[in-house]
């Protein structure tokens, strides 16, 4: 977003990416909000046979087919039914082959947060087996605690894969 | 919308054509026939497999037919036949060039391949590999170089065409019978008459090319050979029966009855029977690929929208037979169970 900075304002100040925040079971997690393509209802999707438990299935998104991920079972948290009050945020994601676009189930879409790059903190290693890997740090926003998430390598489908041969 | 698709006759209608003017200039006779004119190929596709056919065209002309005079001294026609055919199987494009010509030599593609060193001196591949060895770069067997073919740029390009395509191809040659090449391609985008079933309370597609008919089981008609393993006496044969819906880890409540329809499929010969709960419509789709925006699940060859705006996944013959000769296999080996019945509500 800084490409249309000028030189002057681009070496003066502050890198600045915006995020958009969202909520999933109390906490807040951000991603950058260029990669968000829309913000839909959770209106159910088709579920996909022989899918690890963290994709709900597939949606019609005006024509094409979008697997929707279920960010609980991601992150292994409790699960839960979802209802009206969900929403889906269509993100695009990167990988190394091409660019894929992805769905991500969250309990509710929160702001949009300007975070300075030096504002995030990374993360406290633990030395955790599980893959945490898709954590790009912690910022402080109001004094609150936001996660902020790489969207790439959460839903990399091959860290996705790795997934569920763990889960299997 | 991006259906854009075409017959494959505007591919195929160059052919008699060139079939014409090689005939002339090498004065060969060449009788020409074109099957599945009418199937349908994604216009992408069609565009790209051209150059490809067309290689494959005249190296059948040049090298696989013979003279009238050779044809006669084997005791053939005069006249050689060379046949293009395309069709729709499982879920791919079969396209396939045959002639009735003097076959592929394997001994002479082995020692080709030993002197060009692209084998060791040493390797034998087993015989339906010789054949592959042809499309490795810088082969050419022709002794000569002609006006048509046999300057080494050959038939690597070719499969290297396919393979951007997603395709692949195979040689099936016999000494003074002729070769064929068969080319197979995913239907990436196209359209697919499909019939709709419904496992459980989910609806599912099995391409009508792929079914044989569908039957009514009764009740005792399956019988059991061991666990997961099951047949069905078709008249006068046994054929393995499938359930779909657990094998594709579809849950099913203990309260609903047993799925009481059998679709018969057929993959390549083999002939496999698959239980599902409901007959729907008979329509045409589209097909969706789910490596767009997803990866490939076994068992599916894609999805597609239905009238309704819902998503309906394709089911693929040959991985579901495949699918469940592994399954059973895991079964066997008290493990991995879990695998299959991972499914989200």
Same mark, same amino acid.
């Given at each position: ?17 915006? @995020? $958009? ?27 996909? +046979? ?31 039914? @979802? ?40 993360? +406290? ?29 959460? $839903? ?13 | ?123 034998? *591949? ?63 985008? %196209? ?62 409540? *203990?309260?609903? *009855?047993? *799925? ?28 969706? %690929? ?56």
């Amino acid at each position: 977003m800084n490409d249309y900075a000028t030189g002057f304002e681009r070496t003066h100040k502050p890198q600045i990416c915006q @995020y $958009l925040s969202f909520l999933l079971g109390g906490e807040e997690y951000a991603i950058e909000i260029l990669r968000v393509r829309e913000i839909r209802c959770w209106e159910g999707a088709a579920p996909l +046979p022989n899918a690890p438990t963290f994709v709900k299935g597939m949606i019609n998104l005006r024509g094409a087919i979008v697997p929707i991920i279920d960010l609980r079972a991601r992150f292994n948290l409790p699960h839960e039914t @979802y209802g009206q009050r969900n929403v889906v945020i269509v993100v695009q994601v990167e990988a190394t082959d091409k660019v894929r676009t992805m769905g991500v189930v969250v309990d509710a879409v929160s702001e949009v947060h300007d975070i300075p790059v030096e504002g995030l903190c990374p993360k +406290p290693d633990l030395g955790r087996a599980m893959d945490s890997d898709f954590i790009k740090g912690i910022a402080t926003v109001e004094s609150k605690m936001v996660i902020v998430l790489d969207i790439d390598r959460l $839903l990399d489908p091959q860290a996705l894969e790795q997934t569920t041969q763990e889960c299997a | 919308m991006r259906v854009r698709m075409v017959p494959i006759s505007a591919v195929f209608s160059r052919f008699p054509r060139l079939v014409r003017d090689v005939r002339s200039a090498l004065g060969k006779q060449v009788e020409l026939s074109v099957i599945g004119e009418g199937t349908e190929v994604d216009k992408t596709v069609s565009e790209q497999l051209a150059d490809p056919l067309t290689h494959l065209v005249r190296n059948a002309l040049d090298h696989g037919l013979e003279g009238p005079e050779d044809r006669e001294a084997a005791g053939k026609e005069a006249c050689g036949r060379l046949s293009l055919s395309a069709r729709h199987e499982g879920g791919n494009l079969v396209i396939e060039i045959e002639d009735d010509g003097r076959g592929i030599d394997a001994e002479k593609v082995l020692k080709k391949a030993r002197e060009r060193e692209l084998i060791g001196p040493a390797e034998v *591949p087993p015989p339906e590999r010789i054949y592959d060895l042809l499309f490795l770069p810088g082969f050419s067997t022709a002794e000569k170089v002609s006006a048509l073919s046999g300057r080494g740029v050959g038939l690597d390009v070719v499969a290297k065409n396919l393979r951007c395509l997603g395709g692949d191809i195979q040689t099936f040659s016999e000494r003074g019978k002729g070769t064929r090449f068969s080319i197979r391609l995913p239907l990436t985008l %196209s359209i697919l008459d499909a019939q709709l079933v419904r496992l459980v309370e989910h609806v599912f597609v099995i391409p009508v090319l792929a079914i044989v008919e569908s039957v009514l089981v009764r009740p005792g008609d399956v019988g059991r050979l061991s666990e997961g393993e099951e047949v069905y006496k078709l008249r006068d044969r046994y054929i393995a029966v499938i359930r779909a819906s657990e094998l594709l880890g579809v849950e099913r409540q *203990p309260e609903l *009855p047993e *799925p009481r329809l059998m679709v018969v499929v057929e993959n390549q010969g083999q002939q496999v029977g698959l239980l599902v709960d409901d007959l729907l419509d008979q329509q045409q789709i589209v097909i969706k %690929s789910l490596e767009t925006n997803y990866r490939l699940v076994p068992g599916l060859s894609g999805a597609t929208i239905l009238g309704d705006g819902k998503v309906a996944y394709i089911l693929d013959v040959a991985g579901l037979i495949h699918l469940a000769g592994s399954s059973t296999d895991t079964r066997n080996n008290h493990s991995g169970r879990k695998q299959w019945s991972s499914m989200t509500p």
